[in-house]
């Protein structure tokens, strides 16, 4: 049974529509990662299941109960949740282990009980030895860890995290989010993380909600919004994707035909016969090893994972730039002829649709 529902959710602020028609169905235990540009409505929607904001329309419910409505506010401290936020707000004049015990004492938690969980709370988050110190004397890491364990301390049913990694540095946002990863294993809560950035949004979400523009154009597995983009902005979004215009010539379940160029390519994907985006990945790419598919022309290259990362020219019209692995080093300029080796074929006209058939905005754990 989903715990946290939200149903066609919308917000204004000033008469300009923040978040539009959100639906979202999220079992106890997802990993969920809103992810988008800029401005989308992340944030906005976080501080609603907060209890940070109203809405205009629309319903969120918690186990069945109507947390916010028009007409229905729940209060956050009513709403088993935890927040932890860029900038930590951690008491700077108490130890780290006052931090944490803070809210429990607040709660009026028996002291052998408040110490055993403070206790165990700072071991799962490796600060046991860093207990009596102050958040003045902790490198960032650190101190985002003490928010973490602050928060979980309390055993939220639900943990928001608002871009909590934005002021680490990459080696640290790495580690933390390993530590997410085995803190959301370890706790059992529902994890719901705000970024903008989809390398960290793939690294640790079970399930991902790429935003635009105050909607959710698609929600599902990261594997599925790879493999499968329901609209180009989702394509271009995860994994570093690129869509090429194409002709849709047949479909036969999920592979079609399409044209690109003078080729004619079998290729996975759900679109109707007409215009048509190929989204492709760089591995769907690479230098022809027979007729190929299109020209390009070498632009730049850079050496990443043990493979030559190039990006190329291609001649396509509508197309600025891809990119693809290469064995061999090649020069600016070098003439390529270039091979299609996979994608996903959508419709022309997917860019407003919310949900993509294959994913659905239902999340099952
Ligand atoms: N309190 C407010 N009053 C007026 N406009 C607001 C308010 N809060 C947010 N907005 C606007 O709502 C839109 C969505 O903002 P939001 O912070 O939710 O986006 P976001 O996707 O989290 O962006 P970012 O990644 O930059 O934090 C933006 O255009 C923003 O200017």
């Avoid at 944030?43 to 186990?63: K, P």
């Avoid at 995860?238 to 002709?247: K, S």
């Avoid at 632009?299 to 493979?307: L, T």
Wanted: glycine share 10%; hydrophobic share 45%.
């Amino acid at each position: 049974m989903p715990h946290l529902i939200a149903r066609g959710i919308r917000k204004s602020f000033d008469r300009s529509v923040v978040l539009d028609d959100i639906d979202l169905d999220l079992p106890q235990g997802a990993f969920l990662a809103l992810l988008g540009p800029s401005g989308c409505g992340k944030t906005t929607l976080l501080r609603l299941i907060a209890g940070l904001e109203t809405c205009d329309a629309g319903q969120l419910l918690f186990d069945d109960r109507v947390i916010l409505s028009p007409d229905r506010f729940v209060p956050p401290e009513d709403r088993q949740l935890g927040m932890v936020f860029q900038s930590y707000a951690l008491w700077p004049s108490m130890s780290v282990r006052g931090n944490v015990e803070f809210a429990l004492k607040a709660r009026r938690v028996p002291g052998p009980e408040r110490r055993d969980r403070v206790a165990r709370m700072l071991e799962a988050v490796g600060l046991t030895a860093h207990a009596d110190r102050l958040p003045q004397d902790l490198s960032g890491g650190q101190r985002q860890r003490v928010a973490l364990a602050r928060s979980l301390v309390l055993r939220p049913r639900i943990l928001l995290l608002d871009e909590p990694l934005a002021n680490l540095d990459a080696h640290l946002r790495q580690q933390m989010l390993v530590e997410f990863r085995r803190l959301h294993a370890e706790t059992g809560a529902t994890f719901i993380l705000v970024t903008h950035d989809q390398d960290e949004a793939m690294a640790v979400a079970s399930h991902i909600a790429v935003m635009e523009a105050g909607r959710i154009r698609q929600i599902g597995t990261p594997e599925a919004l790879y493999r499968r983009p329901a609209t180009p902005m989702v394509a271009r979004f995860i994994g570093h994707g690129a869509t090429i215009p194409v002709q849709v010539i047949a479909r036969h379940g999920d592979r079609c035909d399409v044209v690109l160029g003078g080729a004619t390519l079998n290729l996975p994907g759900r679109a109707d016969p007409g215009a048509g985006w190929l989204c492709l990945h760089p591995e769907d790419l690479r230098p022809a090893t027979g007729a190929g598919h299109f020209d390009a022309q070498v632009i730049a290259q850079s050496f990443r994972n043990g493979r030559h990362a190039t990006l190329v020219l291609p001649r396509i019209a509508g197309v600025d730039t891809l990119s693809l692995p290469m064995d061999a080093p090649a020069p600016a300029h070098t003439p390529l002829r270039i091979e299609i080796t996979g994608g996903w074929v959508i419709d022309r006209d997917a860019g407003g649709a919310a949900v993509h058939p294959l994913s659905g905005a239902r999340i099952h754990a």
